[in-house]
């Protein structure tokens, strides 16, 4: 029943570990996004992808890839986790209209990296 | 870069009592859509309210709504009768249209505390 969902919700490892996090959507949506929250609360985009393929790109470190199998689905995975990984990882999707364009969030994912 | 800006970190209303977040943002786009997200404790982005720039009638959802200010580009979020479950994280932010596939660009967020 749930719209956009993640896993897990909470992700506790060391440094230097690699880690993913997987992405589902069940809502037909063609576009699906990544956003990052910091300890201070901003979220910022980090990736987009429309049907299966990278739009966007933020400046964000190359140990991040994200990758799309299906376009209901867009995992990210971080090799060599640092300190300053840890966050909320939030995805996202849309329909890909200009007459509907609302973003429908997973519930995020808290990152802690030790 | 389209920037958005929220001057207020924290804000306290007493419950019944009407409050206004405040949102300003920077583009050079005549034509964008301007959201209002909640995140409660629990830590879900919730849609409040939308607004799509060339629509000049103020958007409102029950106890919500903004004015929006194209000129001024401003657009701020009024609760009327706040609830304890209003206690959140808002965040203003600006989507450019493109498809419908360009991500937000959200402001640092206002703390909302209603007291009871």
């Known amino acids: 029943d749930t719209a956009v969902s993640q896993t897990p919700k909470y992700l506790v490892t060391q440094m230097g570990n690699d880690k993913s996090i997987k992405c589902e959507q069940n809502l037909g949506h063609d576009t699906m996004y990544w956003y990052k929250q910091d300890s201070k609360k901003f979220l910022k985009i980090m990736f987009s992808y429309n049907n299966k393929e990278l739009i966007i790109n933020e400046t964000v470190p190359n140990r991040f890839s994200p990758k799309s199998p299906d376009k209901a689905h867009l995992n990210l995975h971080i090799n060599s986790l640092e300190l300053g990984d840890s966050a909320v990882y939030f995805c996202?999707?849309?329909?890909?209209?200009?007459?509907?364009?609302?973003?429908?969030f997973g519930p995020g994912t808290r990152l802690t990296v030790t | 870069a389209q920037t958005v800006t929220q001057s207020q970190p924290e804000m306290s209303v007493q419950e019944a009592e009407t409050v206004t977040l405040s949102c300003t943002y920077d583009?050079?786009?005549?034509?964008?859509?301007l959201f209002w997200y909640k995140q409660p404790p629990s830590r879900q982005m919730i849609l409040v309210i939308r607004?799509?720039?060339?629509?000049?009638q103020n958007a409102t959802e029950n106890r919500f709504s903004v004015n929006f200010q194209k000129a001024a580009k401003s657009f701020s979020l009024k609760i009327s009768d706040s609830q304890l479950g209003d206690t959140a994280m808002y965040f203003c932010a600006f989507m450019k249209p493109n498809s419908g596939n360009t991500p937000l660009v959200f402001g640092k967020g206002t703390r909302l505390s209603v007291i009871a």
């Open positions: 996202a999707s849309s329909p890909s209209s200009v007459l509907s364009y609302e973003q429908y």
């Open positions: 583009t050079s786009e005549s034509n964008y859509y």
């Open positions: 607004q799509e720039a060339y629509k000049q």
